[in-house]
């Protein structure tokens, strides 16, 4: 299907344009403006949309250029078809040196516009379009339920959202007992399957429905529980290359059940963070969906992450590691109390807390920036108790002199 952009100030140009588009299969027309976009409209409107070929009215010739000319910068490969009503030698040169090889003159016939549309589909099968967009894309799995991979999954991705460049985005995967919406005490009544639903039609105005916000990062929540043998329909893909073009890193929830939804998602990852506690149980099941992964040629993007990893463990970081066959990539401390505290609040962990501080740093390792070590607040007393005699001087500095 040809992605297509209509660009026209002229209504009935556009209208009768569109007409015939729609007449001719395997043509979609993805935006339709009566404006000429600049500046973030313009970007704004390639992130949504990837058109493949732009159909520029010729109107406003200056303007036409400038949309040509960023709109190229924007996406490699785009291909343009200028459309006017009163074509002249001067503008149609001009349109020639900035790169626009096929013009149609209003009204439009039939078949010069399926001429030029193949000789546009020969170029972008040559060399197809080249959209910007991320391959951060992150997936957590419990190795058993109860493991904390959604804690985990939901305070990565905020703290991410604090440090980032780009914005982040949170989607709950698990459409059985995802949590994500309660975690954050979102309302929002659209959910995970509205956004698949609509992943082929996702645009400016529709996306903002979708999401949920909290502070600075975007959530997809699964929505009320559904009967396991309902169908699902709507494609992953889809909507996870929708926002790989909108988003700087994308945190997916997994149920880890890995029903065909989730492992089409799964192998949307650049990585998939196994989330297992130092218990037998968990590391015994960590150990069956690891071969699992492995069958499904998953295996090199899988990374163990150890959750409430206790001060004095009864299973040693090294045994965990022995047992799994895998290196643990971080180890997340055990704070009850902090995360008790989080989910009667319906809030993330506090960045001021220790808890808090170790996503920080673990939301740095996955976006790439520098991270700050751990540094201990050391007392006065402990300062002194360094310093053989220092108490006992500056005890004996306060005696009133004899």
Known sequence: MLRAAIISPDGDLARQLQSHLDAISGVSIVKL???????????????????????????????????VQAAANLLDGVQFIAVGRHPDPTSLLQLMRGGVREFLAYPFDERPLIESLVRVKDILDRKPVIADSTDRVYGFVPAKPGCGATTLAVNTAVASSRIADKPSLLIDVDRVSGMVRFLLQLNNEYCLQDALDRALTLDENLWPQLVSKTGPLDVIHSGSLKAHHEPEEGSTHQLIAFARRNYGQIFLDFPGT???????????????????????????LCREKITFLGKANLKDRIEILLNRHPKR???QLQSVEEILGLPVQHAFGNYYQEVTRSLTAGKPIDAATELGAEFTRFARVLLD?????????KKMTDIFSMLPGSLSLLSASKKPAN
Do not use: N
């Not at 404006?35 to 036409?64: K, N």
């Not at 799964?266 to 590391?283: A, D, G, N, Q």
């Open 369 to 377: 920036k520098k991270v700050v070590p751990m540094q201990q607040k």
């Open 33 to 67: 403006s009566h404006e000429y976009p600049a500046g973030e409209d313009l970007a704004r409107l390639i992130r949504m949309h990837v058109p493949e070929v732009f159909f520029v009215s010729t109107e406003d010739l200056q303007r036409a250029m400038e949309l």
């Open 258 to 284: 890995f029903e065909p939804r989730e492992m089409e998602a799964l192998r949307e990852c650049k990585k998939i963070y196994l989330v297992v506690t130092p218990e037998v149980p968990s590391l015994h």
């Open 313 to 315: 463990p009864t299973i």
